[in-house]
Nanobody, 114 residues
Framework: QVQLVESGGGLVQAGGSLRLSCATSRSIFSFSAMGWFRQAPGKQRESVATITSGGSTNYADSVKGRFTISRDNAKNTVYLQMNSLKPEDTAVYYC????????WGQGTQVTVSS
């Protein structure tokens, strides 16, 4: 059973920064890609950033230039560095791992106050 454990959410003022972490119980190279999704109240879950096993990254237009996805292979951990946060970034952020099956973390709340 694969586990994804997120941490790093919280309350921050607009313009501030947060770093989310997602630790997996399996080697991150066992997944074709890992990434972060978010879901705001009343909205659909959307992809924020992804990183493939080869290291390619992709970002939602709304976060380009502000968010950076990275990984620590030795720690089997994926990070999302979020800078210049805006109130519209407020959401529950979920870690996702894509392989033969899809895996999801439990979610971590990010709240950005204006």
């Amino acid at each position: 059973q694969v586990q994804l454990v997120e941490s790093g959410g919280g309350l921050v003022q607009a313009g501030g920064s947060l770093r989310l972490s997602c630790a997996t119980s399996r080697s991150i190279f066992s997944f074709s890609a890992m990434g972060w999704f978010r879901q705001a109240p009343g909205k659909q879950r959307e992809s924020v950033a992804t990183i493939t096993s080869g290291g390619s990254t992709n970002y939602a237009d709304s976060v380009k230039g502000r968010f950076t996805i990275s990984r620590d292979n030795a720690k089997n951990t994926v990070y999302l560095q979020m800078n210049s946060l805006k109130p519209e970034d407020t959401a529950v952020y979920y870690c996702h791992a894509e392989g033969i099956n899809d895996y999801w973390g439990q979610g971590t709340q990010v709240t950005v106050s204006s």
